[in-house]
């Protein structure tokens, strides 16, 4: 008797879980058990449910992937994790990798690739989406002649670190002003305060120091 791998799927968008279900399902040895639209209700069904694999976007509300993955990480040590999501930033891939994914493919990428990360993946290897693999090595070289531990977290104030956790997950001004429940004017002023704090001078560098320093993982 054939082993059959369970799969819980984690995305905020409807018609992409419809698509995913449909191509796993088709595959003999994989069985779509659950899929949510938020971290924090994918953590509820991980530790209920026991799955396999979770495939996981990065964006998403309540709790974003990278969280999440922490989050079961700890209570769910055996768990495999693949990070499905739009993301091409070495930054988002350091973050999720970090966090314990076990794999890192792009909503581009065909559903042959998918299905070769799946595979690897469940049979304990690492895989990253041939696309990404470039932006992975350039990251490392470039980080590698930078301390940014000679800029100290504790010379930011509270609301700037919960501002540089937010432009770290990608949220757009609009959208941290919502968040934090303050004007787009005060975000845009609190992210000109974080740059010549830390001696930033771009958004790329302000999350790879948000990452680095375990602001994303926080609040």
Not at 168 to 188: C, N
Not at 192 to 197: A, C, F, G, V, Y
């Amino acid at each position: 008797m054939s082993i059959k791998y369970t799969i819980l799927l984690a995305d905020d968008h409807c018609i992409l879980r419809t698509g995913l279900r449909a191509i796993l399902d088709s595959q003999p040895h994989l069985e779509v058990i659950a899929e949510v639209d938020n971290g924090l209700d994918a953590i509820k069904a991980a530790l209920s449910l026991k799955p396999d694999l979770l495939i996981t976007d990065i964006s998403m509300p309540k709790k974003n992937g990278t969280d999440t993955i922490i989050e079961l990480k700890k209570r769910l040590p055996e768990i495999k994790v693949i990070t499905l999501t739009m993301h091409t930033g070495e930054q988002y891939i350091h973050a999720a990798l970090t966090a314990g994914a076990n794999g890192y493919i792009l909503k581009d990428d065909s559903h042959k690739e998918l299905l070769a990360a799946i595979d690897n993946v469940l049979h304990n290897k690492i895989y990253l989406s041939p696309s990404i693999c470039s932006n992975v090595v350039n990251g490392y070289l470039n980080n590698s002649g930078t301390n940014n531990s000679e800029k100290p977290r504790e010379v930011l104030t509270k609301r700037e670190k919960e501002v540089i956790k937010l432009i770290a997950e990608g949220f757009r001004s609009k959208d941290i002003a919502e968040q934090l429940s303050i004007s787009i004017k005060t975000v845009e002023k609190h992210r000109s305060n974080l740059m010549k704090k830390l001696n930033l001078h771009s958004i790329s560098s302000l999350t790879n120091y948000a990452i680095q320093n375990g602001f994303v993982n926080q609040y």
